[in-house]
């Protein structure tokens, strides 16, 4: 599933093809909105929250994809051959004078009055990736989180109720950053270890969140210290990193919702009592 900053970075661009313009033609080859047509409608503004993706009309009316596993958002100049996939895959097609976004294999499609974007996105956490950011909300729902069940913090760092936009790779590098071992229940994490972990994966996306590729070690030739390495020798202390699935939390996590966590048993030590 795509991370926050992939969303966001798919928002900016849309914003700066669509935002402020009006639209000449839309296409929507889904069932539930084949009658739907905004042409003639100017895009106020298309941003993202955590992992959804809203175009934000002139008239209060919001169009609302999710990405799930495998969607996308591909902009084209007019004209401009579409690469995006096969045209069955096709769920959305927006077009200005200049531009054309095409929205492959999108997922949670809804149009809706803006004032009732809360049914789509109410749900979520603060969105890490805003600039507004509220720590203290997100550590608040940490903490609820771990006083009411006892998640593991992996398995709570992507859960999109407590913190939206964290996927997978920020959960595996900002623990390793962190030194915090996956597994250990959020129950028994120290609240400043909970600020420090969430202090790290905000640094982190934010650093990323302008750009289309996703390093945490600053090399690109080597861009993390963990994900993607299970098996392979840590890069700070030469330990075998450590893979472990772990389900996703959240009605975001999709069907296919199982993910690999990665870890240095040496840099994250088991401290669970």
């Known amino acids: 599933m795509p991370e926050g900053d992939t969303v966001y970075l798919a928002a900016k661009r849309l914003d700066a093809a669509f935002g402020k313009r009006t639209l000449t033609s839309s296409d929507f080859r889904l069932p539930a909105l084949a009658t739907a047509d905004m042409s003639g409608k100017r895009v106020d503004q298309v941003r993202a929250y955590g992992k959804h993706l809203l175009f934000r009309f002139e008239d209060s009316w919001t169009l609302h994809t999710h990405f799930r596993m495998d969607g996308t958002w591909h902009l084209y100049r007019s004209g401009e051959r579409w690469r995006g996939g096969p045209g069955h895959q096709i769920r959305i ?8 976004a ?11 009055p803006t004032d009732r974007e809360d049914e789509v996105i109410g749900h979520l956490g603060p969105d890490i990736l805003d600039d507004e950011w509220d720590l203290d909300a997100a550590l608040e729902r940490l903490d609820q989180a771990g006083a009411r069940r006892t998640p593991s913090i992996a398995a709570a760092l992507t859960d999109q109720r407590i ?5 997978n790779i920020y959960r595996c590098e900002s623990l390793f950053l962190a030194g915090i071992h996956p597994w250990l229940p959020v129950a028994q994490l120290p609240p400043a270890d909970r600020r420090s972990v969430l202090e790290i994966a905000h640094r982190l996306m934010m650093r990323n969140r302008d750009r289309a590729s996703q390093s945490t070690t600053g090399d690109e030739r080597r861009a993390h210290y963990v994900y993607g390495r299970a098996g392979r020798s840590c890069l700070r202390c030469g330990t075998r990193i450590a893979v472990r699935a772990v389900e996703s939390q959240g009605r975001d996590a999709g069907a296919a919702n199982e993910q690999r966590v ?12």
Request: with cysteine.
């Open 163 to 167: 913190l939206a936009g964290i996927g």
């Open 93 to 100: 097609v927006l077009t200005n004078e200049d531009a054309v």
């Open 262 to 273: 990665m870890w240095c048993p040496t840099c994250q030590p088991d401290t669970r009592t």
């Open 102 to 112: 095409v929205g492959y294999r999108l997922h949670d499609v809804a149009l809706l």
